[in-house]
């Protein structure tokens, strides 16, 4: 995720996190970095077919090109027969 978008924070994946942890508090599933958070929670604990749903929902909230070219690429890797983590 890095170099995505311009961010205050030093490490954009913590401001992802520290956003989609809010948008999980508030109740608000509309918040594509929880989807995005979500999907990669679920890539690491290899469950592939629950990353690619939640990714695709991250893709459906999305209005950035570079990260909808990123949870493209997301949703392909778990597509591949050698899957693997991830940790872009």
């Known amino acids: 995720m890095k170099g995505i978008q311009p961010i205050c924070f030093e490490n954009v994946c913590w401001a992802y996190i520290l956003g989609a942890a809010i948008?999980?508090?508030?109740?608000q599933?509309?918040?594509q970095p929880y989807w995005?958070?979500?999907?990669?929670l679920l890539n690491r604990m290899q469950r592939?077919?629950?990353a690619k749903v939640a990714y695709g929902?991250?893709?459906g909230l999305c209005d950035d090109q570079s990260m909808c070219e990123?949870?493209?690429?997301k949703?392909?890797?778990?597509?591949?027969?050698n899957?693997?983590?991830?940790?872009?």
């Open 83 to 88: 899957r693997r983590c991830t940790t872009e």
């Open 48 to 50: 592939w077919e629950e």
């Open 70 to 73: 990123f949870l493209l690429r």
């Open 57 to 59: 929902r991250a893709l």
């Open 75 to 81: 949703i392909a890797e778990a597509d591949l027969p």
């Open 36 to 40: 995005a958070l979500a999907g990669n």
């Open 23 to 27: 948008a999980l508090k508030k109740g």
């Open 29 to 31: 599933k509309s918040y």
